[in-house]
């Protein structure tokens, strides 16, 4: 037999109950004949089961049940009629954040014709040039292209949904009392 065997009080109690076979079963008879401590415990439990097993049984009420969740529902529909009246009032919230979102949405387009110059066209004089070439970059390209504008409106939806979801679920966790 392996020195290294422990015996857990899951093992012992198994072992009461008749629930070990084979070698495993083996291995526990070895180790209460050489630990009679052991053996003690086991006794212990074989007696603890004795006296569960003398024990009368009761027949629940056939309508325990419904007894139970009708006190629990009582019990509970104080506190939920007073954090729903409570969180009445919070729905702003939910308003200003569907606000904010449509204004962030809806700032471009408001904002393009405002930004756009009637017709100024500025000439930089030839000497103020330098006379090599300076590198440039295309931004009203880049401002204007489909894929920035697309990936910023789908940005702003996800945050804006994201935050939404917290806001709803910090509501949820006020309204169920936890």
Do not use: C
Not at 16 to 44: I, S, T, W
Not at 99 to 117: D, Q, R, S, V
Request: hydrophobic share 50%; proline share 6%.
């Amino acid at each position: 037999m392996e020195n290294n065997f422990m015996l857990t009080d899951d093992l012992l109690w198994d072992y009461a109950d008749g629930f070990l076979e084979g070698e495993e079963k083996l291995r526990v008879d070895h180790y209460l004949r050489q630990h009679p401590e052991q053996q003690l415990r086991l006794d212990a439990i074989l007696s603890e089961k004795r006296a569960f097993s003398a024990m009368p049984l009761e027949k629940p009420n056939t309508d325990f049940a419904r007894q139970v969740m009708a006190a629990w529902s009582a019990e509970q529909a104080p506190a939920k009629a007073a954090a729903i009246a409570k969180s009445k009032g919070r729905d702003w919230i939910l308003w200003g954040i569907t606000l904010t979102f449509g204004l962030l949405i809806a700032a471009p387009f408001l904002l393009f014709p405002a930004a756009t110059p009637a017709g100024v066209t500025i000439q930089i004089p030839e000497e103020y040039i330098p006379q090599f070439q300076v590198p440039t970059f295309d931004w009203a390209g880049f401002f204007s292209s489909a894929l920035l504008r697309n990936t910023v409106l789908l940005t702003m939806a996800f945050m804006g949904l994201k935050l939404l979801d917290k806001y709803l679920q910090v509501r949820n966790i006020r309204l169920s009392g936890r």
